[in-house]
């Protein structure tokens, strides 16, 4: 008797099988490649929940690489956290221009019994591994997972993605002068939120100082320091976030600039610039 049939558009493949988020309850992966230029392989997870009395997905969207590979690993001796670890790797990204081939390392744990990306890492020995959108790559994961892992290794990775040694590295010929003023000022406006939410305000309000020195008529100078105020008013992050969004909506380079690296460079959009903390 078939008891679940999911839409599935492409080759699956089993991932594995057992409790693969430690929640004592059997689970199931696979994944779903499809190619046209270049190959697309997608992490699906469902388990059985008694609630519902359905099956229920236990990874957030999202898992996806590009000519790369899916695995799933036990622990290391001693890690006592939940579940087993999900890695994707590999990856160049595949588009009609080309473009980079810069390998990376993506891990997915499972958080109160769902999976979600952790890390992000690049190959810092591929030849395009020097380049500043790459490093915010690594940054806004980290900062998407702060709620797990903290805000300091996001708060590390935006200043160190400031350092004037990286270069640009768009597919799509912008002049890079202008690339790295628009990521630099993206960096920047991370960097002050992250700086902002883990409570040290000041080291926050010394990054908006250089920011308005560099860049004082850009959006993301407007928008840190509109943001920094709402935020010490109301407390909200989110609410800081809807009060500037129409400087994201207005200036469409703000987020733009993000899809100029290929598939396996996640783009942001313009509401995901500003960041929000899960509630």
């Known amino acids: 008797e078939l008891v679940y049939a999911p839409e599935i558009y492409g080759q699956p493949a089993m991932l594995g099988s057992g409790d693969l988020n430690g929640d004592g309850a059997f689970d199931l992966a696979w994944t779903v490649e499809g190619c046209s230029t270049f190959c697309v392989k997608e992490v699906q997870m469902i388990s059985w929940d008694a609630g519902t009395g359905d099956y229920e997905p236990i990874i957030t969207p999202g898992a996806t690489i590009a000519s790369g590979t899916a695995v799933l690993e036990e622990r290391a001796e001693g890690d006592t956290a939940p579940g087993k670890i999900l890695l994707l790797s590999g990856g160049v990204s ?13 891990r997915w744990e499972a958080v109160n019994g769902i999976f979600r990306r952790l890390s992000w890492s690049y190959d810092r020995d591929a030849a395009g591994a020097n380049c500043l959108g790459l490093r915010l790559v690594e940054a806004d994961a980290a900062l998407n997972a702060a709620d797990v892992l903290g805000f300091g290794l996001a708060a590390e990775l935006y200043q160190a993605s400031l350092d004037p040694e990286l270069s640009a590295c768009s597919i799509y010929g912008i002049p890079a002068t202008e690339e790295l003023t628009l990521l630099q000022g993206l960096a920047s406006f991370r960097l002050i939120q992250t700086l902002t939410l883990s409570g040290t305000v000041s080291e926050a309000e010394t990054v908006l100082t250089a920011l308005t ?50 598939y396996n460079h996640p783009a942001l959009s313009s509401e995901q610039v500003c960041f929000k903390p899960p509630a």
């Open 94 to 106: 595949g588009t009609s221009e080309g473009g980079l081939e810069a390998e990376h390392t993506e």
């Open 213 to 262: 020195a560099g860049q004082p008529d850009s959006a993301f100078t407007k928008a840190a320091t509109q943001w920094l105020s709402e935020y010490q008013s109301s407390g909200d992050p989110v609410a800081a976030c809807k009060a500037i969004q129409i400087l994201f909506d207005q200036d469409t380079r703000t987020w733009q600039i993000t899809d100029h690296f290929g």
